[in-house]
């Protein structure tokens, strides 16, 4: 890596404007879409423009992404990356993953809200005795919450079967992304493309065990978002992850790409490691997600 | 408590001071009439003394230092920036002075927060935006709305003594009884705040709170919706009478007697057949109270927030749908159930009037028959 | 605040392109730094504008100019605006004018993140102020948006409130990660962390508390667009969940998000004070400690706001103990400040001026919201005016004062003019007077059982009342003073030497005023940092 002494930095550039255009259009987009769909006041034909909005955010914002970090790239070719520079992007990435952990954390926190307080509440528990006997008088707390205060009931999910099964693979997973990286700075690129490719592969797995288990859930057990708390805190839980699991998967896809131009050297691969990083942190966030989704 | 006591006593001398003019104001927390909310006064005249000490403390210190420590005073400024000792003293001190403010403030909240053994149990529930007062062991319960008339509102009448803080049925108390208070609500959550008992509980939907308070002088006592519910959560007034304990009863005995006739007497009317001249005034008088917050009196509603009724589909339409809107209402919206809020000849009347107003000339007359049997 | 515009690097150009290609594609920490500010200076005046109309409503008893739905908006937008949009973009702005230049960096870390987080917020604001013109008006349930008025209550357009929380989200993250690396990474040699000046460090903290919480402002917000169009029922009752949930998550995210508002505050109060008082600031560890044990308070107190929600006892005590224990901290810091000046050399420039009036409002705010602490006496306060009385001390006097103090301390570093000193202090004097005309009454308003968020009110608190508006139309005058003396500073005036301030002391006032482009391209030489952080020893 070149030890320019400077601190390189760039004197202007387009994509954060595109960048912020990109995501306004996404966003307004996505609310007007939603908002059309479920029309509150009535007469609101008038929202035709959302789906063209919205497509075209996230396709100038993908189109964000590669000038971008096609830019990044060039300039990290070209060595205007100092050591410096390198550390800023590597605390970047990690103080990026602390907030994503917070964004989970919340909704675990109310996943516990939910089992340890609101529904116990309902139920007559902790002093709210009348909150029972007066409102909900036949609602039984248990969890997975199979009826709901309301009488909506579901089944609940087991722990031990593809849920298991997804859980070892992103473990697996996790290794094999080190392999890959030990490879790297072992300058092994036969053995960093392999491990790499294997990892991909698992991710890949992982997410269509996933979909098979929605579909399973929504048809055979007739759980929805829509089936009280437990659906609710469930699905989102695993659908956040999932997505995250796939924008990991699309980085990673991403990577092999450069490793197959033969970017990256053993000192200079900042890139890969970030994508490293984010994946072990998905597959922490599942480990909590099997825990205490699935399995208690 | 002694500093409160000499506190307390300033304030009355600057409140009777002030309040010798013309308008009476209240500079200071109510003191009202109960145990508890004397406890609360004194509570605030402790933390706000200290608060004052302190105040004069640091300001003090800082005041002096800008007069005797400027530059045409000092040429020479002193260079010190640390001193351990000093600032141990004034990390502990007022930590010291936290717990004597915490002690107090601990155990009124625990008797609070002690709702057992009460005498007499009232169910409040909150909806947009009323009251609706059930005492549980009597087994009866009504609602209670503001009754300020909306001309005073809009400034086109003279605003009466107790403007925005009356209301047409209040809830009635004993006095030297433990009551306890369940708060539950239908829509969004409200807040029930009757500041001279020091009380306030937060309704939540779905959920029950409770709370308690005990009265010791008969009397009117007012309060309000203390939590944003929507377009008229300035306009949900609580209302208290206190009476005593005899008294109280006598009340009691009589309201279940007037809802036993009342109920005969609404058979009665329902069973009669009203005619158009009937029921239209009846009807406008239920509309201005329930309706015309929302629908506006001259049924133009409100552009995108609430329908129009003159001309609307629903209310020129077939009468089914308007008596099924009317009775259950449209779901998550403040348009609310109105069967069991209103008698069979008043819904009769208001929808009868909706389809005879402001341009609408179905010249339907809806019985209080059909409403009974569409319940 | 664009005096360094003709340099090097920029000849100075003309025409509509080279304005776009400078002030949107810039990647430079001053240049953003001056765009958050007049970004944030407009939003304090619309949400200021705003304020008059809620003021002229309460002016008197009845419905005067607003229909009781339109109020609920104004007062909404209002403290929507003036947190996302005028206090934190303010100080983000401060943060990317200074920070580099006060640890010797020669930008911040990022900086075309750090262009990023600017220009979304435009466009969340635009999306937030479009609900005014929806069907169905705008959000009118308050800053902050309980469910379930804001869920199933909700107007249509709560989607693009929700939508533009989460771009404020993203540009707030974003930034925050941007100045905790900048100042983590980028520090010049031998600025150690505990040389750096007050105002870094209060900064370093504000960061870690936005990366912590924003998120969980975005959850909070994404479970209300669920709950509202996909089925689920996080806060409603009938599936299992609890409306108050959504006050737990919103809390957890809104107690930091008040310090979030105040620690810049504090760390400008830290630098000014010491400059006119001539002596080094009193006890600068004990301030960065004080500062930690704010923040970490801070994630442990949110149940104060929920108190008449109906929480067990247990919880409601320990709410109450963690609040009261802030107390503790926030004091040493006061007593710093005042033994700061104790047998200093003082001079009373309009930085200084505010700074004081900084100090003893706040304080007197932090007093108030000690009184809240108390839980029975909350349920008297709770949603009462005296609520509103509490926050406004803390956030005007406070937050808004101490970024005018930072404004006025170093317009002339950016500029190179010298603002009017008199008519600073005509600004000073007329806001200290009109702040508390306006929300010293709201204090005894509130004693007396006026809640907020009322259109209306009952005769008793007329007189209070009244008092409060003309006192906030006067405060608003006082505004547009500011702005004169703003532009007429940046448009001219005396020359402004590079130290500014006789006793200031730290890097920004060894480089030339006003600031060129680019500083510290090369690290700068910190043998005399001893001085950067006024610990003179
Ligand atoms: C900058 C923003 C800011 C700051 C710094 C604070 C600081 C504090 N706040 Fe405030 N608060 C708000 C902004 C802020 N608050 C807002 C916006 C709301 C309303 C939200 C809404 O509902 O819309 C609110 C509401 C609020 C409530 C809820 C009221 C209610 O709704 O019922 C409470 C209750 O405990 C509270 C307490 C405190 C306390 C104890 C502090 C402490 O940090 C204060 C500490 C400081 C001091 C105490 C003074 C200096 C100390 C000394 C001189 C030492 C010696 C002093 C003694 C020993 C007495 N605040
Ligand atoms: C930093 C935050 C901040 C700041 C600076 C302010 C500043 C002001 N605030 Fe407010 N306020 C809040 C944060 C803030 N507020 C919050 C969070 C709430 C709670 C909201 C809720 O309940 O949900 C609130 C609520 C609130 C209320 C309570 C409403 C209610 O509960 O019913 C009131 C009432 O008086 C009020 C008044 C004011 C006034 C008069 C000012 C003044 O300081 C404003 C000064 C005036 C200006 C800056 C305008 C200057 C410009 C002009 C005068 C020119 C006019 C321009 C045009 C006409 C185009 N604010
Ligand atoms: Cu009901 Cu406010
Ligand atoms: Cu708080």
């Known amino acids: 890596m070149s030890e320019t002494p400077r601190y390189y930095v760039p004197h202007s550039s387009v994509w954060p404007i595109v960048g912020s255009v990109a995501l306004f259009l996404t966003a307004f987009g996505a609310a007007s879409l939603i908002h059309q769909s479920t029309a509150k006041v009535a007469g609101e034909a008038h929202f035709g423009f959302a789906a063209p909005v919205f497509y075209t955010g996230l396709a100038v914002l993908a189109l964000m992404m590669f000038g971008w970090f096609g830019t990044v790239i060039r300039e990290s070719l070209q060595g205007l990356v100092s050591r410096q520079l390198d550390r800023s992007y590597r605390m970047g990435m990690l103080w990026f993953i602390v907030s994503e952990v917070m964004f989970f954390a919340a909704f675990f926190g109310a996943l516990f809200y939910a089992r340890m307080i609101s529904v116990p509440w309902l139920a007559g528990a902790g002093g709210k005795l009348e909150t029972h006997l007066i409102l909900w008088p036949d609602f039984a707390d248990t969890w997975p919450l199979f009826m709901t205060p309301g009488g909506t009931a579901s089944e609940a999910m087991q722990a031990w079967g593809l849920p298991f099964i997804n859980t070892v693979i992103l473990v697996t997973s996790s290794g094999t992304i080190t392999f890959a990286h030990w490879a790297l700075k072992r300058n092994h690129r036969f053995g960093l493309k392999l491990w790499l490719g294997v990892t991909i592969a698992l991710g890949i797995c992982f997410l269509t065990l996933q979909a098979i288990e929605y579909s399973h859930a929504w048809r055979e057990l007739g759980l929805s978002l829509g089936s009280g708390i437990y659906g609710s805190t469930f699905f989102m839980l695993t659908g956040f992850h999932g997505s995250h699991v796939t924008l990991g998967v699309i980085m990673m896809t991403i990577m092999m790409l450069r490793v197959l131009r033969g970017h990256f050297t053993p000192e200079n691969h900042f890139a890969f490691e970030a994508t490293s990083w984010y994946w072990h942190f998905v597959d922490v966030i599942w480990l909590f997600l099997f825990t205490f989704v699935y399995w208690f | ?375 | 605040m664009h005096a360094h515009s003709a340099t090097a690097e920029h000849p100075p150009k003309s025409g509509l392109r080279a304005f776009v290609a400078r002030w949107v594609l810039t990647t430079n920490h001053k240049e953003i730094g001056t765009l958050y500010l007049w970004l944030s200076f407009t939003l304090f005046f619309i949400a200021g504008a705003m304020a008059m109309v809620i003021r002229v409503e309460l002016f008197q008893p009845g419905l005067q100019l607003t229909e009781p739905n339109f109020y609920n908006q104004m007062v909404t937008l209002h403290g929507l605006i003036m947190v996302f949009g005028a206090v934190m973009p303010a100080f983000v702005g401060l943060a990317n004018w200074m920070i580099p230049i006060m640890i010797g960096a020669p930008d911040m870390a990022l900086p075309r993140i750090n262009n990023f987080s600017f220009w979304v917020l435009p466009f969340a604001f635009a999306m937030l102020l479009s609900s005014l013109f929806m069907e169905g008006g705008a959000p009118n349930f308050g800053w902050t948006f309980y469910a379930p008025l804001s869920t199933t209550f909700g107007p249509p357009s709560t989607d693009f409130f929700i939508f533009g929380v989460h771009l404020m989200g993203v540009s707030s993250v974003l930034g925050a990660i941007n100045i905790i690396v900048t100042i983590l990474n980028l520090r010049a040699p031998g600025m150690t962390l505990m040389k750096m000046p007050l105002f870094v460090w209060t900064w370093l903290i504000t960061a870690f508390l936005l990366i912590m919480v924003m998120p969980v402002l975005a959850a909070a917000v994404t479970m209300m667009l669920t709950d509202r169009h996909f089925g689920t029922s996080f806060f409603a009752a009938s599936g299992g969940g609890d409306p108050v949930m959504f006050q737990h998550i919103f809390w957890f995210f809104g107690h930091p998000e008040v310090y979030i508002m105040i620690l810049p505050g504090f760390g400008i109060a830290s630098q000014i004070i010491p400059t006119f008082a001539r002596k080094p600031l009193f006890g600068y560890r004990s301030m960065v400690y004080a500062t930690a044990a704010i923040a970490f308070l801070s994630f442990i107190v949110w149940g104060h706001h929920m108190f008449a929600t109906g929480m067990p006892l247990a919880a409601q005590l320990m709410f109450m103990y963690a609040t009261m224990l802030i107390a503790v901290p926030t004091g040493v810091k006061v007593f710093n400040w005042v033994a700061t000046m104790w047998r200093g050399s003082m001079t009373f420039e309009t930085p200084m001026l505010f700074a004081l009036g900084f100090v003893m409002m706040f304080t007197i705010g932090g007093f108030s919201g000690l009184m809240l602490a108390l839980v029975p006496a909350d349920f008297q306060y709770q949603d009462t005016f005296f609520v509103v009385a509490h926050f406004h001390y803390v956030l005007y006097p406070g937050a808004i004062f101490g970024t005018m103090a930072a404004v006025y301390y170093w317009l002339p570093k950016w500029t190179g003019h010298m603002y009017d000193e008199r008519l600073g202090k005509i600004h000073f004097w007329s806001a200290a007077i009109a702040v508390n005309l306006t929300f010293f009454p709201m204090h005894f308003s509130g004693l007396a059982g006026m809640p907020r968020r009322v259109v209306d009110y009952s005769l008793q608190f007329a007189d209070f009342n009244r008092i409060s508006s003309i006192g906030a139309v006067l405060l608003g005058l006082t505004q547009l003073l500011f702005l004169y003396i703003v532009i007429k500073t940046i448009r001219g005036g005396a020359k402004a030497s590079d130290q500014v301030w006789e006793g200031a002391q730290g890097l920004e006032w060894t480089i030339p005023s006003p600031a060129p482009l680019h500083t510290f391209q090369t690290p700068p030489d910190l043998a005399s940092v001893e001085q950067a952080n006024g610990l003179r020893t």
């Open chain 2, 1 to 375: 408590m002694r500093i409160a006591k000499l506190h307390a006593l300033g304030v009355s001398i600057v409140t009777s001071a002030w309040s010798s003019q013309a308008c009476a104001v209240a500079w200071d927390l109510r003191e009202g009439v109960t145990d508890m909310s004397r406890r609360i006064q004194a509570l605030h005249h402790m933390s706000f003394t200290v608060c004052v000490i302190v105040g004069i403390v640091v300001f003090g210190a800082m005041f002096y230092s800008i007069f005797a420590h400027r530059r045409s005073r000092r040429q020479e400024p002193a260079h010190f920036h640390e001193n351990s000792r000093l600032e141990a003293i004034w990390t502990l001190i007022p930590f010291l002075i936290l717990v004597g403010m915490a002690i107090p403030a601990t155990s009124a909240l625990m008797e609070i927060e002690d709702n057992s053994d009460a005498d007499l149990t009232v169910l409040i529930t909150a909806s947009q935006w009323k009251w609706h007062y059930q005492y549980v062991e009597a087994g009866f319960g009504y609602y209670s709305h503001i009754a300020t008339p909306r001309g005073q509102i809009d400034n086109k009448e003279r605003k009466g003594e107790h403007y925005l803080l009356e209301a047409d049925q209040p809830l009635v108390l004993p006095t030297d009884k433990k009551v306890r208070f369940l708060t539950t609500a239908r829509d969004v959550i409200h807040s029930w705040w009757v500041p001279d008992f020091g009380v306030k509980q937060d309704a939540v939907p779905g959920y029950i709170n409770e709370a308690w308070t005990r009265v010791d002088k008969p009397g009117v006592y007012r309060g309000q919706c203390a939590e944003l519910c929507g377009k008229d959560h300035a306009f949900m007034p609580i209302v208290v009478e206190v009476r005593r304990a005899a008294d109280f009863d006598r009340w009691l005995a009589g309201q279940r007697q007037a809802r036993a006739l009342a109920s005969q007497a609404a058979i009665a009317a329902r069973n009669k057949q009203w005619t158009m001249a009937e029921l239209l005034p009846l009807g406008e008088q239920v509309y201005l109270k329930h309706c015309a917050t929302c629908h506006q009196a001259d049924g133009v509603g409100q552009q995108g927030k609430y329908p129009a009724l003159a001309g609307s589909s629903i209310v020129t339409g077939p009468i089914e749908s308007h008596l099924n809107r009317v009775m259950n209402g449209k779901a998550d919206t403040e348009m609310q159930a109105w069967a069991p809020q209103l008698s069979d000849v008043d819904l009769a009347a208001v929808i009868t009037y909706e389809r005879n107003s402001w341009g609408n000339d179905t010249g339907v007359v809806v019985q209080p028959l059909t409403v009974y049997s569409a319940r």
